[in-house]
């Protein structure tokens, strides 16, 4: 069964930047949908951003729309989520998750969840 690894969170000052990678492993990668969630403290998770399976088609939410990219790398089994500009708002858990439904933004259908990494930013 695959698994997701996520690295590359921290603390960070409002209009920095951070990217945040998401490693998977065993299974097959390049068939999976990808995508990045958030909860920030006291609230329930939110979507952030998503990707296709090849790659060519991307959704983000509102909030997030202009100042982060989702990308992946299939060769590498790679997922990224390229935060700028970061605002304290953006301070969250944020985790990455793969599946079958496309740009999807409901989280239920998501059935491989990364552990989560921290991200916070001081204002």
């Known amino acids: 069964q695959m698994q997701l690894v996520q690295s590359g969170g921290g603390l960070v000052q409002a209009g920095e930047s951070l990217r945040l990678s998401c490693a998977a492993s065993?299974?097959?990668?390049?068939?999976?949908?990808m995508a990045w969630f958030r909860q920030p403290p006291g609230k329930e998770r939110e979507f952030v951003a998503a990707?296709?399976?090849?790659?060519?088609?991307?959704s983000y939410a509102d909030s997030v729309s202009g100042r982060f990219t989702i990308s992946r790398d299939n060769a590498k089994n790679m997922g990224y989520l390229q935060m700028n500009d970061l605002k304290p708002e953006d301070t969250a858990v944020y985790y990455c998750?793969?599946?079958?439904?496309?740009?999807?933004?409901?989280?239920?259908?998501?059935?491989?969840w990364g552990q989560g990494t921290q991200v916070t930013v001081s204002s």
């Open positions: 065993g299974g097959l990668f390049y068939r999976y949908d």
């Open positions: 998750a793969a599946g079958n439904s496309g740009t999807t933004s409901d989280d239920s259908m998501y059935n491989t």
């Open positions: 990707i296709i399976w090849m790659g060519g088609s991307t």
